[in-house]
């Protein structure tokens, strides 16, 4: 039901016992966890020693301005420069997108992590906390271009997360920072912001990242508190079968119910299936919120474990690699 945060780039002592709480499900990582690339590794592989072989880990990696692992790995460019290309060469953006995440993929799999949070599905129209994490601005192009980025992570041996659910992109508030409220109509939302997310889920990405910004004419809660966004339109109308994931609770736009215990109850409460906890000192409160509640069906969970990746020697061997990093690197930021 959880994911929770770490607070170094080692486990400590009482952590232990927080990885193997009833109702946590995995570990994000940060860059607070990172020094390089061996030392993260050998944290994962601590990870996994306590909790487990199906914990899940995984962390943000979409490139540009979210990349958590940067040392030791290639820098990947926002998805908005793949966007650009999009305009002058439809077919090579397409290629991009789909090398783009397969380098970010294999190279996740290779060190053991199972899944990042992408791909960003919103539009690139304005909002704070999105920006040149969008592929593109017109709906049609973004969705072109989530599909190919889905198609790519699967080919990488990781499953899909669709970000922010039903769009963040054109809010211009930053949920980390504030409340956010997007007062247009369900028609307008669903024939503009949630293209791309219909794409991903026609791609068979395994999961959905639930947004904390309020839709008015929809429903009086944040998407990730809302039954009628998670189980009346993604469910019942789009027919997603598969993960639901509530946005960190520590954002301040989570706070619009209470405190921690309320937040993760909230998520659960609307059909959320796993909760994110990023910050250590929520971890505790929200793992007593889960205690005695039913996990989601494994069904749904199961799939975000990662395929069996190359070791690291087996992927820097793969000549196929370096093509797609030459390729992709030489885009505009």
Not at 87 to 105: L, S
Not at 134 to 159: E, S
Not at 210 to 238: F, K, N
Not at 270 to 285: H, M, S
């Amino acid at each position: 039901m959880l994911i929770v945060g770490l607070a170094g780039t080692q486990l400590e002592a009482h952590e232990h016992a927080l990885l193997t709480a009833p109702g946590v499900s995995g570990v994000i990582l940060f860059s607070r966890n990172f020094v390089s690339r061996e030392q993260v590794s050998a944290l994962i592989e601590s990870i996994r020693d306590v909790a487990g072989e199906d914990v899940l880990v995984c962390v943000d990696q979409e490139g540009g301005r979210v990349q958590r692992f940067r040392e030791g790995f290639t820098r990947l460019p926002p998805l908005a420069a793949i966007g650009r290309l999009y305009d002058t060469d439809p077919g090579a953006a397409i290629d991009r997108a789909e090398e783009h995440a397969w380098i970010m993929a294999s190279e996740m799999r290779a060190i053991g992590v199972d899944f990042s949070f992408a791909p960003v599905a919103d539009l690139d129209r304005g909002s704070a906390a999105i920006g040149n994490r969008a592929l593109h601005a017109d709906p049609v192009v973004a969705a072109d271009l989530v599909q190919a980025y889905v198609r790519g992570m699967h080919l990488g041996g990781m499953a899909a997360v669709l970000k922010h659910f039903p769009g963040h992109g054109s809010v211009r508030e930053d949920t980390h920072l504030s409340s956010a409220i997007d007062p247009r109509s369900k028609h307008e939302i669903l024939s503009t912001d949630l293209l791309p997310f219909v794409a991903g889920v026609e791609a068979r990405a395994e999961a959905v990242m639930a947004a904390h910004v309020v839709y008015t004419a929809v429903d009086d809660q944040p998407a990730g508190y809302s039954h009628v966004w998670i189980d009346e339109i993604l469910r019942g109308e789009l027919g997603f079968r598969g993960c639901v994931i509530g946005d960190d609770i520590s954002m301040a736009a989570a706070g619009s119910v209470g405190g921690v215990a309320a937040r993760v109850s909230a998520n659960l409460d609307a059909g959320c299936d796993l909760v994110l906890a990023c910050f250590p000192d929520v971890v505790p409160e929200a793992i007593a919120a889960v205690k005695g509640r039913r996990p989601s069906p494994v069904e749904r969970i199961a799939p975000l474990r990662g395929a069996i990746g190359s070791t690291w020697e087996g992927l820097v061997d793969n000549p196929q690699r370096e093509r797609f990093i030459a390729r992709v690197t030489a885009l505009e930021p």
